[in-house]
């Protein structure tokens, strides 16, 4: 199907991140700092809203228990996740860096705000800048945005079978409806995959 990019909706389906492009974006986060590697980590490993990550609490983060909890949005459900080992890592050299930035003192978020009121946390608006210039540094031309994130994480586990209930949980997820419609888009993918091999003789 040449001529449509690779990674972006079609149909109504979501969007995602092709396994290249996600690879060259986390490089680009780690080139760019502690902080914006540790933040679309978080995003992409735990299925994040980006509403959910900027307003991440250092009392959600319990390094000693290696536990994060997931203060869900939209109606979700919060969750608390074990922290993988490479995960907590960042999250540590972030937490060391933060500790000597002006902005996080006396702060209660995980990604304090560089504006006054210091008790606030990074804006919405300013994780999606961040996210676009991430994309630029990455060289991804095809339109993103942090829900695809979100949206690539799902999809991988659908693709590697794991099950509904599995899915809406990661997700925090109320109802296994909002979840089918990964299952459905990589099964719809997946068919329009094949019925390209069948026709390539003949096309």
């Known amino acids: 199907m040449a ?3 690779k990674g ?10 092709t396994d290249g492009e996600l690879e060259a974006f986390m490089k680009a986060a780690r080139r760019h700092g502690r902080k914006w590697d540790c933040l679309w980590s978080l995003v992409y490993f735990f299925a994040m809203r980006i509403g959910e990550a900027v307003s991440l609490r250092l009392d959600d983060v319990g390094l000693d228990a290696h536990q994060i909890t997931v203060r869900a949005e939209k109606g979700g459900l919060s969750r608390t996740y074990d922290i993988p080992e ?3 890592r960042k999250l540590r050299a972030w937490l060391k860096e933060r500790a000597g930035r002006p902005e996080a003192k006396e702060n209660p978020h995980l990604f304090p705000s560089k504006v006054l009121p210091r008790t606030g946390h990074m804006t919405q608006e300013s994780g999606w800048k961040l996210f676009q210039l991430t994309c630029g540094k990455a060289g991804l031309a095809n339109p993103h945005s942090p829900h695809d994130l979100r949206h690539t994480c799902a999809s991988q ?15 925090r997820h109320k109802n296994l ?7 459905s888009d990589m099964n719809t993918a997946e068919h329009e995959r094949e019925m390209e091999r069948r026709s390539a003789r003949f096309l």
């Open 8 to 17: 972006t909706a079609l149909n109504g389906r979501v969007r995602y991140f």
């Open 3 to 5: 001529g449509r990019p």
């Open 177 to 183: 409806a909002s979840s089918e419609r990964y299952l």
């Open 86 to 88: 490479r995960l907590e």
């Open 157 to 171: 586990m659908a693709a590697k079978g794991d099950s509904l209930v599995q899915i809406a949980r990661w997700l």
